[in-house]
């Protein structure tokens, strides 16, 4: 549980809160708990077997922060990665990945 608890404060900002006036902290939270769990079932229904127990700074790095170019031809869209990208075959593999 304690880990879920770190994730949350870490990964969604749940630790800090932004007022003094608790309908708004309420809301702020409501906002962060959604996106943990819109996260959550990404995760579960989307995500390969083997990166379903990921946290969300290990999925931020591998899969959100990879620098690529978008190469629009006239029917495909395809990304180009840099040559010394680590994580290029994980991004494909999720992109690819079939449930």
Same mark, same amino acid.
């Given at each position: 549980?304690?880990?879920?608890? *770190?994730?949350?404060?870490?990964? $969604?900002?749940?630790?800090?809160?932004?007022?003094? @006036?608790?309908?708004?902290?309420?809301? +702020?939270?409501?906002?962060?708990?959604?996106?943990?769990?819109?996260?959550?079932?990404?995760?579960?229904?989307?995500?390969?077997?083997?990166?379903? *127990?990921?946290?969300?700074?290990? $999925?931020?790095?591998?899969?959100?922060?990879?620098? @690529?170019?978008?190469?629009?031809?006239? +029917?495909?869209?395809?990304?180009?990665?840099?040559?010394?990208?680590?994580?290029?075959?994980?991004?494909?593999?999720?992109?690819?990945?079939?449930?």
């Amino acid at each position: 549980m304690e880990n879920y608890i *770190k994730e949350s404060k870490n990964g $969604f900002d749940f630790s800090c809160m932004s007022s003094h @006036a608790m309908l708004v902290n309420a809301g +702020r939270l409501m906002i962060c708990m959604l996106a943990y769990n819109l996260f959550n079932w990404f995760k579960r229904l989307v995500l390969p077997k083997h990166f379903q *127990k990921m946290q969300i700074e290990t $999925f931020r790095l591998k899969l959100i922060k990879i620098a @690529a170019r978008v190469i629009r031809s006239a +029917r495909y869209r395809s990304f180009r990665f840099c040559s010394s990208c680590p994580y290029k075959d994980e991004f494909r593999e999720c992109l690819t990945a079939e449930q």
